[in-house]
């Protein structure tokens, strides 16, 4: 059993920046892959990045450019670096984790951004 906790979420204004963290707990091993997905009032969830553990990377269009995914030294972490932030990137952010077959979500932290 994985658990994964967000942290980071924010009030920011047009423009700004905000890094997300998130830290899997519950695996000795290398989760394979991480990722962040997002959720808006009214809206399906959806892809913001992944990333496998060998680093290779996959962003929705609408954050190319402006958000970067990465992993920490620590393997079974992960952020989202978080620029040139829009109104509409206001959702509650999920981290999610595929790993041995099972895919695990956290609890989710808030991102709003204010115009």
């Known amino acids: 059993q994985v658990q994964l906790v967000e942290s980071g979420g924010d009030l920011v204004q047009s423009g700004g920046s905000l890094r997300l963290s998130c830290v899997a707990s519950g695996s000795r091993f290398s989760i394979n892959s991480m990722g962040w997905y997002r959720q808006a009032p009214g809206k399906q969830r959806e892809l913001v990045a992944v990333?496998?553990?060998?680093?290779?990377?996959n962003y929705a269009d609408s954050v190319k450019g402006r958000f970067t995914i990465s992993r920490g030294n620590a393997k079974n972490t992960v952020f989202l670096q978080m620029n040139s932030l829009k109104p509409e990137d206001t959702a509650v952010y999920y981290c999610s984790a595929n790993h041995l077959g099972y895919h695990y979500w956290g609890q989710g932290t808030q991102v709003t951004v204010s115009s």
């Open positions: 990333i496998t553990s060998g680093g290779g990377t």
